[in-house]
């Protein structure tokens, strides 16, 4: 399935049931407690696509048939109009399996599944240019240690200024965010972490273990 969230609605979708994959989506209310079907999504029917909710409106792409083939068509969704609009081809490539997570105007997509093997790149959409950008993947000078953490981890950037951190878990959800270069990951699960740094000379993203 996909989801993401606007205000109070959680927003669910596709999947599998027993027979077939599904293109329906739903609504949910926390205040009302009420479920709401909402416009089919418009793609083919899928499973295990990403999904994200920034700028009012929610993100939806990329996925696979029940049969193993891999999408890269990419949709937004209005909750203002139930209408759905297609977004510019995921530029990453036909994958299943990808997490998401958003901060402010900005989303981040990564890791996932294509024909050709498990992936481990990283790609922006930023809601004011509609459209999604591979960030760099190398600061000079930028460290991060110790990995594996217990406790804390840091982020050393001589040459460039830090503006903000997001440690993301291996569901999508975001487990941190700040502009702190020492972060307190005592109280998180162990396991595998995603880590978005972005500075002043571009962002880059490296993978943390959390002992």
């Given at each position: 399935?996909?989801?993401?969230?606007?205000?109070?609605?959680?927003?669910?979708?596709?999947?599998?049931?027993?027979?077939?994959?599904?293109?329906?989506?739903?609504?949910?209310n926390?205040?009302?407690?009420?479920?709401?079907?909402?416009?089919?999504?418009?793609?083919?029917?899928?499973?295990?696509p990403?999904?994200?909710g920034?700028?009012w409106?929610?993100?939806?792409?990329?996925?696979?048939?029940?049969?193993g083939?891999?999408?890269?068509?990419?949709y937004?969704?209005?909750?203002g109009?139930?209408t759905?609009?297609?977004?510019?081809?995921?530029?990453?490539?036909?994958?299943?399996?990808?997490?998401?997570?958003?901060?402010?105007?900005?989303?981040y997509?990564?890791?996932?599944?294509?024909?050709?093997?498990w992936k481990?790149?990283?790609?922006?959409?930023?809601?004011?240019l509609?459209?999604?950008?591979?960030?760099?993947?190398?600061v000079?000078?930028?460290?991060?240690?110790?990995?594996?953490?217990?406790?804390?981890?840091q982020?050393?950037?001589?040459?460039?200024s830090?503006?903000?951190?997001?440690?993301?878990?291996?569901?999508?959800?975001?487990?941190?965010?700040?502009?702190?270069?020492?972060?307190?990951?005592?109280?998180?699960?162990?396991?595998?972490?995603?880590?978005?740094?972005?500075?002043?000379?571009?962002?880059?993203?490296?993978?943390?273990?959390?002992n």
């Amino acid at each position: 399935m996909g989801f993401f969230t606007i205000n109070n609605d959680v927003y669910c979708g596709l999947g599998q049931d027993n027979s077939m994959a599904k293109n329906d989506f739903w609504k949910y209310n926390s205040l009302t407690d009420t479920w709401t079907s909402i416009k089919n999504f418009p793609g083919t029917a899928r499973l295990s696509p990403f999904a994200f909710g920034t700028c009012w409106k929610g993100y939806v792409g990329t996925g696979s048939s029940t049969g193993g083939a891999n999408y890269s068509d990419s949709y937004i969704y209005d909750p203002g109009t139930d209408t759905w609009s297609t977004l510019t081809t995921f530029p990453g490539g036909a994958r299943n399996s990808s997490i998401a997570a958003s901060s402010g105007t900005k989303a981040y997509v990564s890791l996932g599944n294509s024909n050709s093997g498990w992936k481990k790149d990283l790609w922006e959409f930023d809601c004011g240019l509609s459209n999604i950008q591979e960030p760099f993947d190398h600061v000079a000078g930028l460290e991060m240690f110790p990995n594996p953490a217990n406790t804390e981890f840091q982020i050393h950037s001589p040459f460039s200024s830090i503006g903000l951190v997001l440690l993301v878990d291996m569901y999508g959800k975001i487990a941190h965010q700040g502009n702190s270069t020492t972060i307190d990951v005592s109280n998180l699960s162990k396991g595998i972490y995603m880590v978005v740094i972005e500075t002043s000379s571009g962002r880059v993203m490296k993978k943390l273990q959390k002992n």
